[in-house]
């Protein structure tokens, strides 16, 4: 029984690591920017392709790869913001998230119709990946989730302290809070915006990497995970980082628990469920809070 | 007011401004120069908040000229930030899950150096002594009065040439408002250049050397505050007596 419970624990946390990893880059566009990026599965897919060129297709070590996925991505982001983002917030405000929503969704379609004339639609492996488990008595911990709950920590902690104790980090929280006091304090938003989507962009990179490396490359890679961090979002309050982290790993623990009690195909519609539920009577969220807006 | 050798620290000239079609302000001409205590009052909805906001850049300017220092007019509010213009605004606008000590920083973010930061939070504290107490205590828990005194902080700790100051009574209670203005005698006493926004005349008498009467986007009358006081027609006719 114990065995049991571990593996699911064991499967719950590295899963809920990577839905954490991929809703933190959701929620942190959202938060600060009012904006929902639906190219951001695109991007976790293009981070994953990106270690995959430079580890298979150039030959270079595993951490060039890994750095590669980061700096692809970041790129991804910093460009979606110049060529698109900046331009939209140029219109009218009110309008803002409806276009960046349609404007992202065009990008997201491109960006994988592109990877899949690159690479083909034939699945390939992730070559950054761990092999072999740490057995411990009855309990067998598998290095590559191992890997993946170590470096969804390690990010989660500089993304904390980037954010926590940085000045950068208090300008795009103040952003976030309440725009126009920031720009009285100093702050040139569009220069926090750029930041905001570059650094959303370097952890959609980490977290296509790491998905790929549990499954395999293909180029709807990121779809799975950005509907899963929709959900997480929405469970825990657009916006709220803490609030996304903690609803991801309850989230995949309740999903591993299902699957393993009901089976496999119960596991994605009991989060529906879930999401259908908090939508009805709590729809800020578990941690947000209801806004009143003036029309 | 002006002085001919140096251009005044802010010129506004002719400044119109509104919200998309809607013109709220309707060609405001004054100067405040260093040191002054300037006070624009007038009714509710007249455009005293939009003034300021103008001012700062986050009303857009539809014509005229605004000069700080007798440099070009700036549109973006961060530029205009950097160049001196402190504005408290109205209804305090503080980052509400920040503690104290986090928005008094946030007013110091283009502070040259942490050593600038240090002397301008101790400047801060020895002025409002309350927030060295509630430092570590989230924005949106704090009452009115305290949400106010770290609105006044935060535009301290921008460490600016001129401070902005939109309503500071409005929502208080008479002990609290008594305490605020306290607070801003004691910055007018250290020769800060103030230009405050306020409905009622009668609680800048004592600080304000010029007052500027707004009734409907337009500057009606200037002059001191005890001449408009002593004008039972002027009070009546745009301050309902």
New interface residues.
């Given amino acids: 029984m114990l065995d049991i419970l571990i593996a699911i624990l064991i499967a719950g946390f590295t899963t809920g690591a990577l839905y954490a990893l991929a809703t933190v880059g959701l929620s942190l566009v959202w938060g600060s920017m009012g904006m929902l990026n639906m190219a951001h599965a695109a991007m976790l897919t293009l981070g994953g392709y990106s270690a995959y060129t430079f580890s298979t297709t150039l030959g270079l070590p595993v951490f060039v790869g890994f750095t590669g996925a980061i700096v692809v991505g970041a790129i991804a982001g910093g460009l979606l913001y110049i060529l698109i983002v900046r331009n939209l917030l140029k219109n009218d405000k009110a309008t803002f998230e409806s276009n960046v929503m349609i404007a992202t969704v065009g990008v997201g379609i491109a960006l994988e119709n592109t990877i899949l004339l690159a690479y083909g639609g034939q699945p390939l492996k992730q070559p950054i990946s761990a092999t072999g488990s740490l057995v411990l008595g009855p309990v067998s911990l598998p290095y590559q989730n191992m890997l993946i709950v170590f470096v969804v920590i390690v990010l989660m902690a500089v993304i904390a302290l980037l954010l926590g104790r940085t ?1 950068m980090g ?2 795009i ?2 952003t976030a ?2 725009r ?10 569009n220069r926090v915006y750029f930041q905001v989507l570059v650094l959303s962009g370097a952890i959609a990179g980490v977290c296509g990497l790491m998905v790929s490396s549990m499954t395999q490359l293909s180029p709807p890679l990121g779809n799975d995970p950005m509907l899963k961090a929709f959900i997480m979002c929405v469970v825990a309050g657009l916006g709220n980082l803490p609030g996304a982290v903690a609803a991801a790993f309850g989230l995949a623990l309740l999903e591993a628990f299902v699957q393993y009690v009901a089976g496999a195909r119960w596991g994605f519609p009991t989060l529906l469920f879930v999401v259908i539920a908090v939508l009805i009577w709590r729809p800020a969220g578990f941690f947000g809070r209801l806004q009143i807006r003036r029309m | 007011m002006s002085n001919a050798a140096k251009p005044p620290l802010l010129r506004l000239a002719n400044v119109v401004s509104g919200y998309s079609e809607l013109k709220v302000l309707k060609g405001i001409s004054f100067d405040v120069a260093a040191g002054d205590f300037i006070t624009v009052v007038g009714p509710n909805g007249h455009g005293k908040s939009t003034l300021l906001k103008t001012i ?3 009303v857009p300017l539809t014509s005229g000229a605004i000069s700080i220092n007798g440099g070009p007019t700036l549109a ?3 530029a205009i ?2 160049l001196g213009i402190a ?1 408290v ?1 109205q209804g305090d ?6 503690s104290v000590l ?1 928005n008094l ?3 110091a ?2 502070a040259p150096s942490k050593a600038e930061i240090d002397r301008r939070l101790d400047e801060v504290y020895a002025l409002l002594p309350k927030l060295s107490d509630r430092r570590n205590q989230i924005a949106s828990s704090l009452s009115g009065g305290e949400r106010r005194m770290v609105g006044i902080g ?1 535009g301290l700790m ?1 460490g600016g040439q001129i401070l902005l100051i939109d309503e500071p009574s409005l929502g208080l209670a008479p002990l609290i408002i008594e305490q605020i203005y306290g607070v801003i005698a004691e910055l007018s006493k250290s020769g800060r250049t103030i230009l405050l926004v306020e409905e009622n005349p009668a609680r800048v008498a004592d600080l304000a050397n010029h007052l500027h009467l707004l009734d409907d986007g337009a500057i009606v009358w200037s002059g001191p505050p005890a001449e408009l006081l002593a004008r039972d027609e002027l009070l009546t006719t745009y301050l309902g007596g």
């Avoid at chain 1, 126009?180 to 938003?189: E, H, N, S």
């Avoid at chain 2, 606008?93 to 920040?98: A, D, R, S, Y």
């Fill in positions: 000045r208090r300008a929280r103040a809070q309440n126009d006091a920031a720009q009285l304090m100093g702050v040139a938003v | 700062s850049g986050l973006k509010p961060h930030a950097a504005h605004p606008m503080l980052f509400p899950e920040m986090e920083l946030m007013g973010y283009l935060r921008m």
